[in-house]
């Protein structure tokens, strides 16, 4: 879910950017709607972050102690990259209301933005520390946007006990956060637990299987240690993929569909067919599947998404491979 980042083996400011987008926007949602009452006419402007921006601002001249006001302008300010302005509002904000969680979170945003994680993590913390003995802590999505955020800047500062706590307090609340799942595999790698890496980068994957490099690269490097040389193979070529390297993924694929990642490689080489509009090969490889997982649910949806029954199953009922699986994913 949400942001995904580039193939390090920490968390990048760009990155950061991605997600740090989002927690904006659910910053300042809602802070929109009592602007939308406020003002329902917008003039035309060159863009529409330019006139949220221009109506925000006549909110806040209208209402100047209105703390929804104030948060839509911060939110409207960052999307625009006014940061210094964004974090001017924030301050207002704070100053008003010294625990409003929402302007703590968007302030932090700004900070990390503005490359001051000290000045973050105290922004940061100030939400961990009173929210966690809450009564609704443990279903707490700002909360869990905090815990998160401290655990990317400690794993960007190297302090991996603090980055692990953060982390693991993150996804005790939301525990299908395929971003935390992510930092949780770096820092058990860097922790020296490598099959705690695989296992926390595996579930990253069940849920942002494609179009995410840096599980892959991690998890190639975490089984390489483990002396999983089959399985790093598959995972660096799947990170092939990733980085539109279709040519190598495909020649590392093929030298593991005999073998016990036979299921994975073939799924593999089916998607990557499929994404190069190859339907006919797509469904070779499916129909490969069938023969050794003959009720493989990402063979058969595949083929049927292609408009194929899967009729290689009915005939070949073969047992099953090694190591064979019912979805696509890293072994």
């Given at each position: 879910?949400?942001?995904?980042?580039?193939?390090?083996?920490?968390?990048?400011?760009?990155?950061?950017?991605?997600?740090?987008?989002?927690?904006?926007?659910?910053?300042?949602?809602?802070?929109?709607?009592?602007?939308?009452?406020?003002?329902?006419?917008?003039?035309?402007?060159?863009?529409?972050?330019?006139?949220?921006?221009?109506?925000?601002?006549?909110?806040v001249r209208k209402a100047p102690n209105n703390?929804?006001?104030?948060?839509?302008?911060?939110?409207?300010?960052?999307?625009?990259?006014?940061?210094?302005?964004?974090?001017?509002?924030?301050?207002?904000?704070?100053?008003?209301?010294?625990?409003?969680?929402?302007?703590?979170?968007?302030?932090?945003?700004?900070?990390?933005?503005?490359?001051?994680?000290?000045?973050?993590?105290?922004?940061?913390?100030?939400?961990?520390?009173?929210?966690?003995?809450?009564?609704?802590?443990?279903?707490?999505?700002?909360?869990?946007?905090?815990?998160?955020?401290?655990?990317?800047?400690?794993?960007?500062?190297?302090?991996?006990?603090?980055?692990?706590?953060?982390?693991?307090?993150?996804?005790?609340?939301?525990?299908?956060?395929?971003?935390?799942?992510?930092?949780?595999?770096?820092?058990?790698?860097?922790?020296?637990?490598?099959?705690?890496?695989?296992?926390?980068?595996?579930?990253?994957?069940?849920?942002?299987?494609?179009?995410?490099?840096?599980?892959?690269?991690?998890?190639?490097?975490?089984?390489?240690?483990?002396?999983?040389?089959?399985?790093?193979?598959?995972?660096?070529?799947?990170?092939?993929?990733?980085?539109?390297?279709?040519?190598?993924?495909?020649?590392?694929?093929?030298?593991?569909?005999?073998?016990?990642?036979?299921?994975?490689?073939?799924?593999?080489?089916?998607?990557?067919?499929?994404?190069?509009?190859?339907n006919p090969e797509a469904v070779s490889w499916?129909?490969?599947?069938?023969?050794?997982?003959?009720?493989?649910?990402?063979?058969?949806?595949?083929?049927?998404?292609?408009?194929?029954?899967?009729?290689?199953?009915?005939?070949?009922?073969?047992?099953?491979?090694?190591?064979?699986?019912?979805?696509?994913?890293?072994?």
């Amino acid at each position: 879910m949400k942001s995904r980042r580039r193939s390090t083996s920490a968390p990048d400011p760009a990155g950061w950017l991605l997600r740090l987008g989002a927690l904006v926007l659910a910053i300042g949602v809602g802070a929109f709607g009592f602007i939308y009452y406020q003002d329902q006419h917008v003039d035309a402007g060159p863009s529409l972050i330019g006139r949220q921006t221009q109506t925000a601002e006549t909110a806040v001249r209208k209402a100047p102690n209105n703390i929804a006001a104030r948060l839509a302008l911060a939110a409207s300010y960052t999307s625009d990259k006014q940061l210094d302005d964004a974090l001017a509002q924030y301050d207002i904000i704070l100053k008003a209301d010294k625990g409003n969680r929402a302007g703590l979170l968007g302030r932090g945003a700004v900070l990390m933005s503005k490359g001051d994680l000290t000045a973050a993590t105290a922004a940061y913390h100030q939400v961990t520390g009173v929210a966690t003995k809450g009564e609704f802590a443990g279903a707490d999505p700002q909360l869990q946007e905090a815990h998160y955020f401290l655990g990317s800047i400690a794993v960007t500062q190297g302090k991996t006990r603090e980055a692990l706590t953060e982390l693991q307090a993150a996804l005790k609340i939301e525990p299908t956060d395929s971003d935390a799942l992510y930092l949780l595999g770096v820092t058990r790698l860097r922790d020296g637990t490598p099959q705690l890496a695989v296992d926390a980068l595996k579930r990253a994957l069940l849920f942002v299987p494609t179009g995410w490099c840096e599980p892959y690269t991690q998890l190639a490097l975490a089984q390489g240690k483990l002396g999983l040389a089959a399985q790093a193979t598959y995972a660096g070529a799947m990170a092939d993929f990733c980085h539109k390297k279709p040519v190598e993924a495909k020649t590392r694929l093929k030298t593991l569909i005999r073998g016990p990642e036979a299921v994975d490689a073939l799924l593999g080489l089916a998607l990557i067919a499929e994404t190069e509009s190859s339907n006919p090969e797509a469904v070779s490889w499916y129909k490969k599947v069938l023969v050794v997982d003959r009720k493989n649910v990402t063979a058969i949806s595949g083929m049927s998404r292609l408009g194929v029954g899967p009729t290689a199953g009915k005939t070949s009922p073969a047992p099953k491979a090694a190591g064979s699986s019912t979805t696509q994913g890293p072994s």
